[in-house]
């Protein structure tokens, strides 16, 4: 069977083995039809067929807790620590109070008989330390203190005296635990005579002494001649007082640069000031007025000032004490306190 003729055509036979044609090698071989690929296409979902997903799940939080409360306190009434460690309610102290000031009555008053039954003259010795309620104070230095400390309330504390002078083996200053006493003779002053009254020692046995001031505090006297303090009534001038600016001062500069915790100051002048300004007073006595001011001390001392004549005051006689024709609260002591004040504390503008 020809399919075609011609040259160069080419014969096809059948296969002796097969009914088919046999594509000589020469020619191509079919090839199977490459059959197009499916366009994959979304699957149809709606809200019927959507597959189910459970929702996010947060991570578990725990509550906050409340911090642990301590169970109520019982109420329990205000106390005051004393020295053995008590814990004593404000009518426990009062109580306590009370009789230990009794008790420190009795003892001192025991140690005042005992003193004046030496003694020819009669005084009324008790009412000064009544009058400042010292038994009450050592009472309370007890509590707090217990009573070895109370028993010298001073110590630890230089107290220095400008006065007459002292004398250190008077009995006042001979009782267990006293402190130091000292004595430096200034402006020409000299040591007093033993069997002499002596106005600084007895200033200096009430501030110190054995009926329970600041008993065992370290005493500095600092001796200057005094005058009696008596006679008629005469009214210091500025001329005075200006005169005496520039001792008066060195007499203070020298003495504040002992170290002193406390000065007392028992003495005055005779004559008022009360007729004259401020400044005048500033202008005559600036000197002493800075000094005593101690307005460049790291630590100031404290200045004691003698009190002013008053009327119906007892003495240690029980008589009242008056200085005759004496304007009362105008002397120069009580107004030189008032202007060192000022010039310590700078008034603010």
Not at 189 to 216: K, L, N, P
């Amino acid at each position: 069977m020809v399919a075609g003729g011609g040259k160069g055509d080419s014969i096809l036979k059948p296969s002796p083995e097969t009914s088919e044609f046999e594509v000589p090698p020469s020619l191509p071989q079919p090839q199977q039809a490459e059959l197009p690929r499916p366009i994959p296409t979304k699957p149809n979902i709606t809200d019927s067929n959507k597959p189910e997903v459970d929702p996010p799940v947060e991570p578990e939080v725990d509550p906050p807790v409340d911090p642990p409360v301590d169970p109520p306190k019982p109420k329990t009434d205000p106390c005051l620590k004393t020295h053995d460690g008590s814990c004593l309610t404000n009518a426990k102290v009062a109580a306590k109070i009370q009789q230990l000031t009794a008790a420190a009555k009795a003892k001192v008053a025991k140690r005042i008989d005992s003193d004046l039954k030496r003694l020819s003259k009669k005084y009324n010795a008790k009412w000064p330390l009544e009058m400042v309620n010292t038994y009450e104070a050592l009472a309370n230095l007890e509590l707090m203190l217990g009573t070895d400390e109370a028993s010298t309330p001073g110590k630890g504390v230089t107290l220095g005296l400008i006065d007459t002078g002292i004398h250190p083996s008077h009995h006042a200053f001979q009782y267990t635990g006293s402190g130091t006493i000292t004595q430096k003779f200034l402006l020409g002053a000299t040591q007093e005579a033993v069997d002499q009254f002596s106005h600084g020692t007895a200033v200096a046995s009430i501030a110190a002494g054995r009926y329970y001031g600041a008993y065992g505090a370290d005493v500095k006297m600092f001796a200057i001649p005094l005058g009696s303090g008596s006679g008629p009534y005469i009214p210091i001038t500025l001329q005075q007082l200006s005169s005496l600016d520039t001792s008066r001062s060195s007499l203070f500069n020298t003495v504040l640069g002992n170290n002193l915790d406390i000065l007392n100051l028992s003495f005055g002048y005779r004559g008022g000031i009360e007729d004259y300004t401020e400044q005048e007073l500033r202008d005559k006595y600036g000197e002493i007025i800075e000094v005593l001011a101690q307005a460049d001390a790291p630590e100031k001392t404290i200045l004691v000032w003698r009190r002013p004549f008053l009327s119906g005051v007892p003495a240690m006689t029980g008589r009242e004490e008056r200085l005759p024709n004496h304007p009362p609260l105008q002397s120069l002591p009580v107004l030189l306190q008032e202007l060192v004040r000022c010039e310590a504390t700078p008034s603010q503008s």
